[in-house]
Each structure stands twice: as structure tokens, then as C-alpha cells.
């Protein structure tokens, strides 16, 4: 096990490094100076060039990324011009929003799914399967952001039920937060309980075929302890895998959402940054988010060969 | 003596070419009827078709371009001469949702083949050369890493409002994906003992990889290049959504619910008609890749569908 974690935790560190390369030079490959640009046209060159001294871009290229990741790793993201803050700060000062959102998100969307999964892989063929798997297909096919807005439309516009954007903190009382957040969590939560119910259906077709499944059963062990007791537990290890790896994607939803619910997340620090021109905070919100992402699949990939034995002797 | 042997030979030859013949002509056949009793082959099909043909003929049996401003007609609900109603700018919305459809169906084609051309190079060398699979998966890992939609609006910021940019930041956020799927199915490909005695002959990797590799990796590309067909037309809609994706005045589904959003309270129209053409196209084309996995690639893991 322990060598296993070791080659896990190795074979992330090339990543990382990749990751932090492109993000630095996506940036550096914008045309123009990127103080003019900040500066806007009336600057002065005197003032232009100042700027670029400040923020350290009349250095060579490969200085620039020197510094910065060195920052990276003393947890200095570098500072916003435009907010006149650290961007970690920003980060953070921006991460609540989008943390509650993509939590209860995938939580009504486990709530949903998992049983809808199980249930349809039990009466595999029948009407109800057949009906789950189309709402699942419909939930496949709608973007978050445009669910949102049905939802809105419906919800907050016709029926007048839920406020339509804005957003308050936990701390202001669970219902006020809640009200705001319901329809963006469903809105995201439709497309990852679509993606979760069909993962689910299939893995516990493929655990129910079995022959130790066959064997509970033959011994007499109740239908509903065979289903939910020997085989969801091994179906939950792809369940597992797609819970990280739609992470990207609920970070991804949850970006538009926000955008269309008014959330203060990070979705809209990163847009607003790129309305801006504000370099620095873009390129630490999408490394520290990819930095998140990566670390995520290592923790699920841990815990993969925590609960498979199978998986860490495999890929000694 | 000898000629008469050559020709019984010629005579064989031509015997197994037409038996040939006769076999892939009646596996289309077997194709064809299989394809007709799937359903979600067929209804996705049947989508995908009358979306072109809305895509490609309506502009012109529209009265209106999807430009042309009337602000006195601003924000009519649907009626007779303006069958979607009109927007904002008293522009004619059924004009411009199927310049849209053009537009976002077109920028998701052209990423899909892209994707597809570009992800199957990659896949292919990759899983050829190991040294260079080394390289290039830890630059896939680096690249999936980060959510698509950010690493494509932090493109569009570098490129620029552009339809061929919005084309070229989708296309770099879903090559990795298409990437690993070629070189998994590569992989497998080669293993298997006829390759083996390809390099034993001493064919050419050249030869190997794109005459012997390439057809047998056909069917998972196709089925993936109909998802990224539809995840390309979310992304186009979502860019535009934001506004980094298609410059505005030029419509686009995305551009449409855009606009949609600040009226959103007195205008459902620009939001129900843009969003029902999305959700169609979307469904559309995910019918027809989960008919065409079915058809082409039985043994293929479902996994692979939900990698989005």
C-alpha cells in the first residue's frame, strides 16, 4: 500500500508542473503589452513602463515563471490590480459560493440517482427502466446554464416562488442561503444525477450477472439484502471514479450557473477577471482549480485501492 | 500447361473476390437492419435530420434577416408575421435561431472532426512510441485537469471574439479526452498477434500504424466523435453565454439566451425557442452516438460516454 501511494503521489508532480506551465503562458500568449492593455490607451509610456516594472514583465520570459512559481509554492498567487487584493484572498473570499453550490448539487444528485439507478438495473428491460433511462438521456442533454434558466423562467418568474438571482451567506440563516441556492443545485444537479443513475444502472447490471450474486441467492439470502447489501457495495467503486472525474464538470457548471443566478463564486471572479483583464487572479483561480481537481482524483484514486485490494496489487 | 494453372488460379481469385463482394454487401444489409431496430439510432437520426434541414432551408423561406433592427417592433411575443417573436433590438427571432443553428451547428462539426483528426494522431503515436506516450499523456492529464469551459474562455481571452477562435478553444479542451480514448483503443490493437507479424516482415510503422491500426480503432472514434459533436455545441452556447464565444450582433443559440437573460422576465420567448433547438441538437446527437456504440462497438465500456 505504501508503495502505492509513493508511485501515486510521484506520478502527480509532472502533471502539476505541466499545469502550471500553461497556465502561465496561456496568459503570456495574449497579443499586446499587458500593462497598455491595463492601463487602457490614454496611459503614458512613462506610466506604461512603470507598470510593466511593478509587475515584473519587463523580465525575461523564463525569470517571470521563476518568480512566480516560486510564489506559488510560499502560497503567493501574486495580487489582483483590479481589487487591489492578494488573489488568494480573492479566492477564498469568492470559494464559499461555489463550494455550497457544487456540495448540495452532488448531493441532491446522489440522493436522486443512486436509487434510480439501483432500481432501474433491478427491472432492467421493463417500463420503469425504460422510463428512468429517458428522463436520464433528457437530463444528459441539457446544459446546466440553460436548465438554469428554465428553471428560473418557471420557478422564479411564473410561479414566483424563489427569488430568481442573488445570493446570501450561511451565516445570514440556512434558509436565507437556501433559497438561493435551490434552483442553481438543481440546475447542476440534473446533469451529474443523469450522469450518476446511468453509471449506476449499469455497474450493478454487470455485479447482479455474478456468480457470487447467484450463490446469496441461492442460499436463500433476501432479494433486497442481495441488492443492497452485496452488490451496491461493489458497484459503488465506478460510482466512485465518476463521482471525480464529473467534478471538472460540476466545477465547470458551476461556473455558468453562477453567472446566471447572480452567486458571488468563483465563476465570477474568474469571468469578471477576464472582463478585466485581470491576470493574475485568472491565472491563479484556474491553477488553484485545476491544482483541486488533480488532487481530487489522487484522494479517489487512494481511496480506490483503500477499498479495491485488487487495484494497488495490479498496478504495483 | 502452366497458363491453364494461371487461369484456373485468375478463375479462384475472382470466385473469392465476388464471394467477398457478396459477404460485405450483405453485412450492410445486416448494418442496415440493425440500424432500423434501434431506436435511439433512429429517433436520434430522425433529430438530427430535421435539424439540418431547419438549419439549412429556413433563412430562406424567412421574411426577415437576422440582423435587421425594428426598434418599434421590440420584444413582440410569437405571432403571425414574427413566429418566434422578436428581441430586444426588434430583431426577428425565428431568423435568427436558425442563423443560429447554422452558426452553433456548425462550430460543433467543425470541432468534432478537428477533435477527432487531431485526438487520433496523438492516440495513435502515442500509444506506439512510449517515449512520446510519456510525454504527450502527462500533457492530456495537465490539460483535463482543468474544467473546459474556463481553459476555453482563458482562450478566447488570448485569441479573441472569433467564430474560427471558438472553434480552436474547443477543440483544445476536448483533444485530450479524444486522446486517451484512440490510445487505449490503440493499445489493445497493438497487442493482437497480427501486428506482431506485420513488424516481424518488417512492414513499416508508417503502414502499421495507419493501414492496419487506424481501421480498427474506426468505430469507438465515430462513436465518440457524435458526443463531442454535442458537448461542443453545449460549449459553444455556454462561451457565447458568457460572452466570450461568437461576437454579438452575429446570433448563435448561446448569443440568443444571452441576450434572452436581461429580459428575461417579460421575454420567455428568447429563452424557450433558443434553448428547445440546444436541448434538441443535444439529444439529437446523443441518441445517435449511444445507437451507433450499440451497433458498432458492443464490447465498449459505457464508461467511456460518461468521461464529459
Redesign the interface.
Known sequence: MKAYIMKRLLSII??LL??AV?VFF??H???GDPASVILGEEATPEEVQTLREELGFNLPIYEQFVHWFAGIFQGNFGSSIYMNMPVLDAFLGHVGPTLSLALLAQSISIIIAIPLGVIAAKRRGTYVDQLFMIIA??G????S??LA??L??FFG?NLQWLP?AGYSPVSSGLWNHLQFMILPAISLGAIQAA?IS??TR?SMIDILNMNYIKTAKAKGVKNSVVVYKHALRNAFI?IL??LG??F??L??GA??TE??FNLPGIGQL??NA??R?DYAV?QGT?LM???S??ILNLIIDLLYGLVDPRVRLNRK | MTSEVKLKGEVGIGILKVMKNDLKKEQRRLFVRRFWSNQSAVIGSIILVILSIFAIFSPMISQFTPLEIDPVNRLNSPNIQHWFGTDNFGRDLFSRVASGAQVSMGVGFSVAILTAVIGMIIGLYSAYYSVLDHILM??C???????????A???M??L?PQPINVVIAVTISKVPSMARIVRSSALVIKEQTYIEAMKAQGASSLRIIWRHIVPNILSPLIVQLTYIF?IAI?LE??LS????GIPAPNPSWGNI?FD??VV??SA?WM??FP?TF??LA??GL??FG?GLRDLLDPHSS??N????
Not at chain 1, 444528459?140 to 446544459?143: F, K
Open positions: 509532472p502533471v505541466i499545469v500553461i496561456i496568459i500568449l495574449i497579443p438521456m433528457l444528459l442533454s441539457i446544459p446554464f440553460l434558466l428554465l428560473m423562467l418568474v430568481v450522469v446511468r453509471m449499469s465506478p471514479t465518476i472525474e464529473t471538472g464538470a466545477i465547470t461556473v455558468v453567472t446566471v474568474v469571468i477576464i472582463v483583464r485568472i484556474i482549480i485545476a491544482f481537481y488533480l | 502527462r500533457i492529464d495537465a490539460l483535463m485537469a482543468f474544467p473546459d469551459i474556463l481553459l474562455v482563458a482562450i481571452a488570448v479573441g454535442a453545449i452556447a455556454a453565454f458568457l460572452g466570450a439566451l434572452g437573460k428575461i422576465f420567455w429563452t424557450i434553448g440546444i436541448i443535444v439529444l446523443n441518441l449511444d459505457k464508461a460516454k460518461l468521461q464529459k
